[in-house]
Each structure stands twice: as C-alpha cells, then as structure tokens.
C-alpha cells in the first residue's frame, strides 16, 4: 500500500545518518598526499563498481521521474 | 650549520612531497592503481522481473561489456556493448479494474443496452448504429531488444586536468538514441579537491510502429454516454511521423578528501529536454460520474509538456570506519519545471569478510511528487476537466509514488587480478490513490570483472 508516510520516515532517518557521520565521526583533516593509502583502496572509490552503478541508473531511470546526479550521460532508451 | 642541513631536509621533504602529489590522485580506480595491468574487461549479466498483485509485469535481460585500455600514460580509451531483451505488461495509464470500453467495430446493427459491473445501464449503439463491448487490458504487451554501444576516451592535458569524451547510441525497434558527452577534472589544493564540469547532448527518435498518436486524441470512446463537449468521440486520434526529443545536461562537481578515511562529493546538475517528451504508449481513462456507476467510456492518448527542465543537488559520502568495512551514502534532490521534486537516498555497506570476499547489503529509498498535469483519470462532471486540458499523463512515473529497494551483494576475489560479484534485490513501488497495484520486482546481477 502506498505510504507516504512511511518513505518520508525512512528519508529523515538516512538524513539523520548522514549529518552525524557527516558531523562527528569525520572530523576533516588537511590530508596529506602520503596519507592516502586507505583511500587508494579499490572500495574507497566513489563509484566502487562501474556496471553495477550503470545498470541502477537504468531501471531507476526508468521507473522514476528523477534521473542522474551523479555525472553527465545516462539514458538512451526509450523506457522512459 | 645546523641551519643549513635544516634547509637541506626540508628541501628533501619537499622533493619527496612534490614527487607523491604527482603520483596520487584523489580518488584512483583499479586501473589507475596498477598502472602493469593495462586492459580491464567488465562483464555484467542481469536478470530483473516485475511482478504486481494481479499477475507478472516487465521482465528484462541485460548483457554488458566493458573493455578498458590504458593505451599511455596519458591516454586511456572505454568501450562498452549492451544488449537487452525486454518482454511483458507494462500499466498503461487507464485504471487497473476489468472496465469495458465500448467501440462500434462491429456492423451488428442497432444497440444494445449493457449492464455495466456496477450497475449502469447504458445503450452502446453509435452513430452507425453498429455496437461492439471490448474489455481494454489497463497493462499492454510489448516485447522489444536494445542494442547499444559507447565510446570513451579520457585525456590527461597536464599533471593535474584530465579531459573525458564520450559517444554513444542506442537501437530499440522503437526508439533511437544518439549520445555525445565531454568532461573536465581539475585537481587542486595539493589533489584534495578535484573540480569537474561537464556537458552531454542526447538526439533520441521515437518511432512507434503505428505511428506518433495525437496527444489527448481519442483511442476508444462511447458516444451515447459521455457529456464532456471538448471531446469528440467521432474524431479519432490522428498518427503522425517519428518525433524527436533533445536532452542537454550541464553538470558541475566538487570531490574532496575530507579525512584519511573520507570523501565526499556534492553535484549540481541541470537538463534541458525539449520535443516529443510525451510516451506514445500511454493513455488515460475518461470516466462517467460515480453517483451513475463510475464506467470507464473512453480511452485517450496521453500528452506532456514540449520543454523540460530538471536539475538535482547530489551529495556522497564514502566513509572507512575500518580498513574492513565501507559506507557509501548518497542523498539527491531533484526538481523540474514540471512541478516534480523527489528525494532519493542509497546507502550500502560493504563488509570485508576475509580478505577475498565481502558482503555488501544496500538500501535505496525514493520518494517523488506529482507533475502539474498528472492525474489518474477524467472524470465526466469533474469541473477541472469542463475544459479541455492542456496535458495529461496517468503513468505513475510522472505521479506522486515511492520507492524502496533492500538487497544483498556478495563479492570475492578472484586469483590476483579478478573480481567476481552477485547481488539479489527487491524493489518495491507503491502508488498513490490505489488505482494501480503495488509492484514487486527482483533484480539479480552477478558481475565478472579481469584485468590483464
């Protein structure tokens, strides 16, 4: 059943989790280059799997009014 | 003296500095960071199948394939193939009930009076005095293949701009698409900032096999019953050549390396879409009044605005709380000229179990708002449609609805350069008003990735 109660709730919760992250468990650091060991990690990529991003971005993009965000491209088909 | 060889070390320290910012961009990729192993080949296989209350919905395949050069130091080239198969039943905008419609496809003479499931009598004899009762399924059948090809190659200019331009396009039986895109990254603040801006341009055709139907143009209709003036049932919807549709996007992002075990992003994005922006397959139910029983009596072509403008505010965090474990959240805002806002957020956490394998469950939830002239139905007597509207759609995807998506990703380590990735998920979507069923879909990928 249709709730838009429940999805505004779950939107403020992930709200919430990402200023408190945000805010107090990443303090931000002037990091030098040497120090960047832990983020040259394959998972500490912004987008850790290309095609895995890529197949989202269809079937989100065809089944919402909202689209991309995060770069330039996507759609292309005409399921939307 | 000791002044001197301070000198000397701090000029060491310097060297050595100036030496790793050259060699450590803000965020690599795989094969950025292996610069021995210069081909990536990316390999995807889904599965995604749409189920509602009623009875199974859209059901795809998608193929793809990805290989990546690093042809130079400089210079790296990405070309990617897709193939997909898409079959099923698709809402089509009128509401989901068993309604009849009733057309004069049938010389029988005279008319008959029906008795309609709830209740209403009514003649169904037309001007011809032919009569026929059809039942108009609210989901209609399609089966399509899409083959589509892309093109990349990044550009290094100096030791801190990198250039990206890329081709695409797209065959549907349908529809085709045409794709040209460009983007510029600029590293500053010692690589702890990269500036990106970009630019893409998409000239889609679409071409249905019967042709571009009049927007707001009669599909079905009973004349005897329907009291709106502004609609004339003689006068069946006309059909006209392929219609094209331009989509540019601007885009503008900033990354930056908030911490040693953080990075953020946040994005401004703006589209401009103009031309056929209207889906040829849509259509909208024109009901009578509920107080005589509330009968589906006439079946219209959808129609949307000609011009569009979208922009969103993206933000990202990926955040290490360990060497073992990654959190990847994301929020975007989106609006457009069309009246729609919608907020989305994803988050995933990825698990290292042991040094080869990692689970990663993921959570996505998207809320959005309704166009200016979405609707779910015409209703005869509705003194908002005593005039002809400008535009209508009943497709839930310009309504108000929302969506929520939970799902598992198990990754492993294969030999010394492979990855190997499956993940299951469940989206489902629930729409306002109750006219259409909640939907249910399953989204199975596994991922093969090698680099040589």
Known sequence: MYDKKNIVFYLKIFLLTFFVIQGTGCAYQQVKPWHRDILAKDSAQLIPDALEYEADEHIYFSKEAAKGGQGVGGGGCGCN | ?452
């Open chain 2, 1 to 452: 003296m000791q002044l001197k060889k301070s000198k000397s070390i701090r000029q060491k320290l310097a060297l050595a500095t100036s030496t790793l910012l050259v060699a450590a961009p803000v965020h690599s990729n795989a094969a950025e960071a292996t610069q021995a192993e210069k081909t990536d080949i990316d390999i995807s296989g889904l599965y995604y199948s749409e189920t509602d209350e009623v009875s199974e919905r859209v059901t795809v395949n998608k193929t793809q394939a990805v290989i990546t050069n690093q042809l130079s130091e400089e210079s790296k080239v990405k070309i990617g193939f897709i193939y997909d198969t898409m079959s099923g039943a698709t809402p089509n905008g009128r509401i989901a009930h068993d309604g009849r419609i009733f057309v004069g496809s049938n010389n029988q003479g005279g008319g008959v009076t029906v008795t309609t499931a709830s209740g209403f009598s009514f003649n169904t004899a037309n001007s011809s005095g032919s009569s026929d009762v059809q039942i108009v399924p609210w989901k209609t059948d399609f089966s399509d293949n899409r083959l589509a090809g892309n093109f990349d190659w990044e550009y290094a200019l100096n030791n801190t701009m990198k250039s990206t331009v890329g081709f695409g396009a797209s065959f549907e039986n349908d529809y085709d698409s045409y794709a040209a895109s460009g983007k510029v990254d600029w590293d500053i603040n010692q690589r702890r900032t990269t500036l990106s801006a970009g630019l893409s341009y998409n000239n889609d055709t679409v071409k249905p096999a019967n042709g571009i139907p009049e927007g707001l143009g009669v599909l079905n209709c009973a004349s005897d019953v329907i009291d709106l003036e502004w609609l004339k049932c003689g006068e069946k919807a006309l059909f006209y050549k392929p219609a094209e549709k331009i989509v540019l996007n601007y885009f503008l992002g900033i990354t930056q390396v908030w911490n040693r075990r953080t990075l953020v992003q946040a994005n401004y994005s703006l589209g401009d879409e103009s031309g056929y922006l209207t889906d040829p397959y849509k259509q909208l139910s024109v009901l009578l009044p509920d107080d005589v029983g509330g009968e589906e009596v006439a079946i219209l072509y959808e129609r949307r605005p000609d011009e569009r403008e979208t922009q969103s505010l993206y933000f990202k965090i990926v955040h290490l709380p360990t060497d073992k474990h990654t959190a990847y959240l994301s929020y975007r805002y989106f609006w457009d000229n069309w009246d729609i806002t919608a907020h989305t957020a994803d988050a995933r956490f990825r698990l290292d179990i042991n040094p080869k394998s990692y689970l990663q469950p993921h959570f996505r939830v998207s809320y959005q708002t309704a166009a200016f002239f979405a609707d779910q139905k015409i209703q005869v007597g509705d003194s908002k449609y005593a005039e002809k509207p400008d535009y209508f759609s009943a497709d839930h995807r310009v309504n108000e609805q929302g969506t929520v998506t939970a799902g598992l990703k198990y990754g492993r380590k294969l030999g010394k350069t492979g990855d190997f990735g499956v993940r299951v998920e469940q989206m489902r979507q629930y729409y306002k008003g109750n006219l259409l069923p909640d939907m249910k879909a399953w989204i199975v990928q596994v991922l093969l990735s090698m680099r040589y």
